[in-house]
């Protein structure tokens, strides 16, 4: 007797399946969603996001952190193939840790949606589509928001330095290029060092403070690139600390900075950072998880989904104070 | 004892020569730039004096206090609606209750202190997700200003560390626990038949850590007017290579909060050296990477001679 109920629940439940797989939907799909950290901001945010907007449609959200450590982030891909998650969405560690990974989830059939950064063009087979940012086109709204800065100081040489993100990341990559190649457009501008403050607050502060000895006797630092702007409030601290001017109203060193935060807003508002650009979570999660809603539903998603950034500075601020005061 | 002049005489030269070499570097001795080693010091030294305790009382490490650190600029952070002296006795009484838990498990129950810190992070990780939904914090409430400034042109944060070094020094040197840690660390079987708590003088290495964690929570806070879990990554790693890099031993029974001090100021010296003279990052993470070593294998080879 049990087995004929045994046998009627497996019919009932292939059944079921079926029916699921006939009609695509998202109800009821897993979603694996591996991130680096919940204790960063920006990913803390999108997964709140994302989960939300993604359980609201059916499907079911598993979430696990790697916390930066490639090899974690490798096993955690390899265990969303084997328990045969329908999609993974992910944010990766290390582009080169994260290949074989994701070969084996190719091998699997298992579809990748990439966030924040995408792959270098080499690995594209590699995922299905990433939604994000164009990194590039933040490094240029961080540049052009440098360049009005000093320009609005009357500046025409000046010499700049960068606080970064993790320096082997391609998004931090692809910013300071494109940064550059903003600066390149003016001569009397030059991005005289770039160093690694690992998008954080207090090494950052560290950094900058050194930086302006080191530039002190030979001309002193102009402007400053920091590329969060939880980056620009440590640049900021470090200016103050040294007790020198800051900001385009007093004819001080200009901070500008390349993903907003409610930090940015703040400072931006108090005329201590001059611009920065958005780069919104929970803007970018719910698009992301309307693009998995879509590709369960039979859409064809693009290789490359970007979200639209805008640069943000005194003039607009109003408009996304909200959506950055995440 | 030959070899023990030699490696002091090691010591002082190297001492010698990072003091040389910061220097003749230009700008080194400037205003700015000391102000910049006294902030890059003043944090870190402070998570570093509490792990000197750690150390000393034969635990190694803790991987928990720059998660406790964060933690603890959440909780002010929070709490600053209810006051400003409030919320500090709070964060610091959280800072303490964290970390005297591990102490307990490890003094009382000889748990691994190793393991006890990492399940201790992976904790606070989770809860602060838990409790923040992983958004930044930003203050609830006003008086922030009481942590930051200056005093006689010297930061805050810098009298509060030095402060820190002085009461902790005090404690091992003129206090009766102070030299039950060290025993502890030392030989904990004959620190039990002098008639030592080894548990209580652990869990009150514990508690010292948590308090000065939770109390560079507070100021990096008020600070930044802001905080979230990442705030303490890396100060770990960066206070124990301070409190090995000063000449505590690994093992525990000997070290002081000196030491310390005089650990986490050479490692930012050669940090703002490299960075002044313009290395670029790798060789500084290089070249730091190795002075490290080295110093910690000299205090070595002159602990085993």
């Known amino acids: 007797m049990r087995f004929v109920f045994a046998m009627l629940a ?12 006939a009609v695509a939907s998202p109800e009821g799909k897993r979603v694996a969603l591996l991130g680096t950290s919940n204790a960063n901001p920006y990913i803390g945010a999108w997964t709140k996001t994302f989960a939300k907007f993604a359980t609201d449609a059916g499907m079911k959200v598993t979430n696990l952190n790697s916390n930066y450590d490639a090899a974690v982030q490798s096993q955690q891909i390899d265990d969303a193939i084997a328990q045969k998650f329908d999609i993974i969405v992910l944010v990766y560690v290390n582009d080169q840790a994260v290949v074989p990974a994701l070969t084996r989830a190719k091998a699997a059939g298992i579809p990748v949606l990439l966030i924040v950064t995408p792959l270098k063009k080499d690995y594209e087979e590699l995922f299905t589509s990433y939604v994000g940012t164009d990194h590039r086109e933040l490094g240029r709204l961080a540049g052009e928001g440098m360049v009005k800065g000093l320009m609005a100081e009357g500046k025409t040489k000046a010499q700049i330095v960068a606080v970064t993100g993790a320096a082997q990341q391609l998004n931090v990559q692809d910013r300071i290029a494109a940064f550059k190649d903003v600066l390149a457009k003016h001569p009397g501008f030059e991005l005289v060092a770039a160093e690694d403050g690992k998008w954080n607050t207090a090494l950052t502060e560290k950094i900058t403070g050194e930086l302006l000895v080191r530039f002190n006797a030979r001309g002193g630092v102009d402007g400053i690139f920091a590329m969060a702007d939880n980056q620009a409030t440590g640049s900021i601290q470090a200016v103050e600390s040294a007790g020198l001017k800051l900001g385009v109203a007093d004819k001080g060193i200009v901070v500008v900075g390349s993903n907003c935060m409610k930090d940015g807003m703040i400072n931006i508002k108090s005329g201590k950072q001059y611009a920065t650009a958005t780069q919104i979570p929970t803007e970018e999660a719910e698009i992301a998880a309307k693009k998995v809603i879509g590709h369960f539903n039979g859409e064809k998603l693009k290789k490359y989904e970007l979200v639209p950034v805008h640069g943000i500075s005194k003039e607009n601020l109003e408009q996304f104070t909200a959506g950055c005061s995440y | 004892m030959r070899t ?84 500090f006795l709070l964060t610091l009484l959280f800072g303490i209750v964290v970390t005297a838990a591990q102490g307990v498990l490890i003094g009382y129950f000889r748990a691994n202190p190793i393991l006890v810190s990492i399940a201790g992070l992976s904790l606070l990780i989770g809860g602060a997700d838990l409790a923040t939904g992983g958004v930044r914090i930003y203050p609830g409430g006003e008086g922030l200003q009481v942590f930051k400034g200056r005093i006689a042109g010297i930061p805050i944060e810098a009298l509060y560390f030095f402060a820190t070094v002085v009461a902790g020094q005090f404690i091992l040197s003129w206090t009766r626990i102070g030299r039950a840690m060290a025993m502890v660390g030392s030989n904990a079987r004959a620190a039990t038949a002098a008639g030592i708590s080894t548990a209580a003088a652990v869990t009150f290495a514990y508690v010292i850590a948590g308090a000065c964690a939770a109390v560079s929570g507070v100021l990096l806070a008020a600070r930044y007017g802001s905080g979230d879990m990442e705030l303490g990554t890396g100060y770990d790693y960066t206070a124990i290579a301070a409190v090995l890099v000063g000449g505590t031993a690994i093992q525990g029974g000997s070290g002081s909060v000196v030491r310390t001090l005089i650990g986490v100021t050479v490692i930012a010296v050669i940090e703002v050296v490299l960075l002044l003279r313009g290395f670029s990052q790798q060789l500084q993470y290089l070249i730091t990477g190795l002075i490290v070593l080295s110093v910690i294998m000299l205090h070595t080879i002159g602990e085993r001679r």
């Open chain 2, 4 to 87: 023990r002049h030699i490696v002091l005489a090691i010591r002082i030269i190297t001492i010698a020569a990072i003091a040389i070499f910061a220097l003749t570097t230009p700008g080194f001795t400037s205003q700015i730039s000391i102000n910049a080693l006294l902030n890059a010091i003043s944090f870190i030294g402070c998570v570093a004096v509490g792990m000197t305790f750690i150390t000393l009382t034969g635990n190694i490490m803790s991987l928990c206090l720059g998660a406790t650190l964060s933690a603890s600029a959440l909780i002010f952070l929070s709490s600053l609606s209810a006051g400003i002296l409030p919320a």
């Open chain 1, 10 to 21: 497996l019919v009932l439940t292939s059944l079921s399946f079926g029916s699921r797989d």
